[in-house]
């Protein structure tokens, strides 16, 4: 008699799942729901390609935010953007590229943006910050990669502060993240704030771009100096337009709060 061992139910190997494109498949406790708080957001994903964005939502889900996908970039131009904490925006798309979209959205929404992208050309990377963006992950990325830049991002929005810094017309409200110059708000992004706020805490102390990259964004970020100096220039050029100049160059060294 063919007797057919039967594997127990509990001992049965689970079926692959099926790697989408531009994820990588880490199995690691990084994969683990967390527990949900105060960091959890409210999260737009903007890909044309479904399966990623399938991915995204699931990996986000696991730490309690809340995603919005859309497969059709141009659907975004018509959402309200204030209840949004942060936007994840994939750069090559049909109709409206990332670039593009962002330049757009950019003038209604002061939270953290996101690229995603598969493009690792430096001046990408440039064109993306000069619009306003806050960061890149390079596709393929990993769940783990994923869930760590937009808990930084998120944390760094939710930071709970009580005071202030002034320097005479220039007052830094560190509870509102904003910047006034005799009482005019300077417009700022999300990371254009966080280095001034980082200078500021240090005056007249000279900063390399990498200490103002480790300050802000840690191991988990890979960013390179063309970057921060984008950031600087636009924070300079704003902060301008309002009669204020805070910021110096120090040549060959890095930046240093000069009020």
């Keep these: ?36 708080g105060a960091n959890v957001a409210r999260i737009i994903a903007i890909d044309d390609e479904q399966a990623i964005l399938d991915v995204i939502e699931r990996i986000l889900k696991r730490d309690g935010h809340d995603v919005l996908c859309l497969a059709d970039p141009t659907s975004a131009l018509k959402l309200n953007l204030a209840r949004a904490d942060l936007i994840l925006c ?3 798309m ?20 996101v690229f995603l992208t598969a493009k690792v050309a430096e001046e990408d990377a440039v064109t993306g910050y000069g619009l306003g963006a806050d960061d890149y992950v390079r596709k393929p990325f990993g769940a783990a990669e994923l869930r760590a830049k937009v808990a930084a991002h998120v944390r760094r929005e939710r930071r709970e502060h009580t005071h202030a810094i002034a320097f005479g017309p220039v007052r830094l409200d560190l509870g509102a993240r904003q910047i006034t110059v005799d009482g005019t708000p300077v417009a700022l992004t999300p990371t254009e704030y966080e280095i001034c706020e980082h200078l500021a805490r240090h005056p007249g102390q000279v900063l390399s771009r990498a200490q103002i990259c480790e300050a802000l964004f840690g191991w988990e970020r890979e960013v390179d100096d063309a970057a921060i100096s984008m950031h600087v220039s636009r924070a300079r050029k704003k902060l301008a ?5 805070p910021i110096a160059t120090v040549w060959g060294m890095g930046y240093k709060w000069q009020l």
């Design 1 to 36: 008699m063919n007797h057919r061992h039967q594997v127990p139910t509990s001992q049965a190997r689970a079926p692959r799942e099926t790697q989408t494109p531009g994820v990588h498949d880490s199995r690691t406790t990084a994969n683990r729901p967390q527990q949900k």
């Design 90 to 92: 994939d750069v090559m």
């Design 94 to 113: 049909p109709g409206i590229d990332g670039f593009e979209l962002v330049r757009e959205l950019r003038p209604r929404f002061d939270g953290p943006i």
């Design 241 to 245: 337009a309002t009669g204020a100049d």
